[in-house]
């Protein structure tokens, strides 16, 4: 009887150590979704990031395209929380670069910020918000744009010839043209990313290539090189230039057409961890997990299926297995792991790879999810 009992004893013990050991590392469990732990672990991250500014200050300018990335995930939380500190951490921001984009005027990475300014202003409506990225964007409006895109002549600095660029330049316009109801700024948002479009994306594969030195390069296994974050990085500014497009836009049906391509073929590509390796057609060749991508890809999946635009039963275990390993890349102090560093192709990653764009999909994404649950 004695062997038996401690037969038992021993047998609920050791699930009970799998089942511990199989959780996270931190005590969110990603399997069960809802809307508060959705909510903390965003909160989590966030706090982790604002410490490490506090302490650290950061290693790039504050209007950079890196932390423009990450202040679109705190302007998300910010509406979400009852916490102050990620609105207020924007409104200084702002306020301490005299609400000014970077001094490149037409580079997309230097007022990819405006997105930021747009979106407090529509809080706030002072117009010292975006008085200065509207004299910007009248002046985009009125630029010729007539430069092939070929990736020479530093013609980044002048047209958005880098796919990156399309999270960058279309989606600050779009929010403008929301902000202040003029149309223009949508309309020369929309001119542009069909003029990247033509170049970069390739229809065969539903897929951007980053720039046009990439467009004959190919990974060991022979498949085109089409980079996660590249390709997250237009998955995420096209819904956002849709969030900000009028139901009757001329160009709307065409958007959400490109939208569902790329969606579906995200979707066929997913890991089986729930990841998107660098690398999206020979993930072997960079066999980890990554982030930024994943990140990106998680948020603008979970948007189509907030706007009914994506089915649930194929989308949703998507995104679910997405949210999930967002979630296990989080360290014990908020840390999110697993994010490429800047680059411009793919490239290796371990799990202190932390960059400030990783936290702003992250958020973007649990933003959408905490949306989806609360719906």
Known sequence: MKKIISFTFLLIFSFAAIKAFALPRNDDNPKKINAKSVKKIMEKVADWQLNHWKQNGSKHRWYDWTNAAGYTGLAALGYISKKPQYIQTLLDKGDSLKWETGPRRFFADDYCIGQAYSLLYAKYKDEKMILNFRRLADSIVAAPHTE??????RIQLR??????????????????????????????????WWKTTDYLYDPAEHLYARDGSYLNKKE?????????????????????????????????????????????KIASIQQPDGSWHASLLDPASYPIKEMSGTGFYCYALLWGLNNDLLDKKTYWPVVQKSWQVLVSSVHEDGMLGYVQPIGAAPDKV????????????FLLAGSELYKYIKN
């Not at 202190?352 to 990783?358: A, K, L, Q």
């Open 148 to 153: 092939s895109l070929e990736w020479k002549n």
């Open 159 to 192: 047209e958005w010839a880098w796919c990156d660029a399309l999270f960058m330049g279309p989606t600050a316009l779009s929010y403008l043209s929301k902000v202040t109801g003029q149309q223009k700024y949508l309309d020369i948002a929309l001119k542009l």
């Open 220 to 264: 060991k296994n022979g498949a085109k090189v089409f980079w996660s974050r590249g390709n997250g990085w237009v998955l995420a500014g096209l819904v956002r230039v849709l969030e900000n497009m009028p139901e009757n836009y001329p160009d709307r049906e065409r958007f959400i057409s490109l939208y569902k391509e790329m969606a579906s």
């Open 350 to 361: 371990d799990a202190n790879s932390t960059e400030i764009y990783g936290v702003g999909a």
